[in-house]
């Protein structure tokens, strides 16, 4: 089964400890996205990765890292979390045989 | 402008109803669009793609107005279960690049017994 697998679900961290959270997809594509989701504001785009080693800034970057060492594995790093951190985090990969995304679990993180 | 634009709701409807949502996208160029439902504190996921002539999918029938760049989603006979945000999204990216999904804020339904 075609899944995008990220962790941890729930995270509660204080501000300025360095945490990344882990996406991982079985479906062997090359793009692969982070988007954060906040009320009223809807799913922006953080970072993508067109494949291996190639990533680039989406909508809202400022805050964040990224690496793709490996197709399967896209972590997000936030360095120096701050509570505009706070929010509901998913990673995305293209959904074969379509046009559409298949998204992970999602993650929510508090900064404090 | 936000690049989509969907009404935030939120819809109460009765079962049985009929419900439209309609969406508006700023970039004439685009190239796909979709629209994807999300349960509350649930990840989005895929309800149907839209095309230029339009598409069924038993009770949900989505449309495309590229002249007026808007597109619309009907859903028949609703049910209990149809209760969810929908996402109304688009592809900006010029053809053949990478994927560049831009998501609408998502409109609000709730079907009352």
């Known amino acids: 089964e075609a899944q995008v697998t990220q962790n941890p679900r729930y995270l509660i961290t204080v501000t300025g400890k360095k945490l990344t959270v882990t996406c991982s997809q079985n479906?062997?594509?090359?793009?692969m996205s982070w988007y954060r989701q906040d009320p009223g504001l809807g799913l922006r785009q953080i970072y993508y990765?067109?494949?291996?080693?190639?990533?680039d800034k989406g909508d809202v970057p400022e805050g964040y890292k990224v690496s793709r060492k490996e197709k399967r594995n896209f972590p997000l790093i936030l360095e120096s979390p701050s509570p505009n951190q706070t929010s509901l985090y998913f990673c995305?990969?293209?959904?074969?045989?379509?046009?559409?995304?298949?998204f992970g679990s999602g993650t929510r993180l508090t900064v404090v | 402008r936000k690049e989509v634009e969907q009404d935030p709701g939120p819809f109460n409807v009765p079962e049985g109803a009929t419900v439209a949502f309609n969406c508006t996208y700023s970039?004439?160029?685009?190239?796909?669009f979709f629209w994807y439902r999300q349960d509350c504190r649930k990840e989005p996921k895929l309800l149907m793609s839209?095309?230029?002539s339009g598409n069924e999918d038993g009770r949900f029938t989505a449309q495309l107005n590229r002249a007026s760049q808007y597109i619309s989603l009907l859903i028949r006979d609703s049910k209990l279960s149809d209760s969810a945000t929908y996402l109304c999204?688009?592809?900006?990216?010029?053809?053949?690049?990478?994927?560049?999904?831009?998501f609408g804020s998502g409109t609000q339904l709730t079907v009352l017994p």
């Open positions: 970039n004439s160029a685009s190239q796909s």
């Open positions: 995305a990969s293209p959904k074969s045989g379509t046009y559409g995304y298949t």
């Open positions: 990765s067109m494949n291996v080693e190639v990533t």
């Open positions: 839209v095309y230029s």
């Open positions: 999204v688009v592809n900006m990216a010029p053809s053949g690049s990478a994927r560049q999904l831009t």
């Open positions: 479906m062997n594509h090359e793009y």
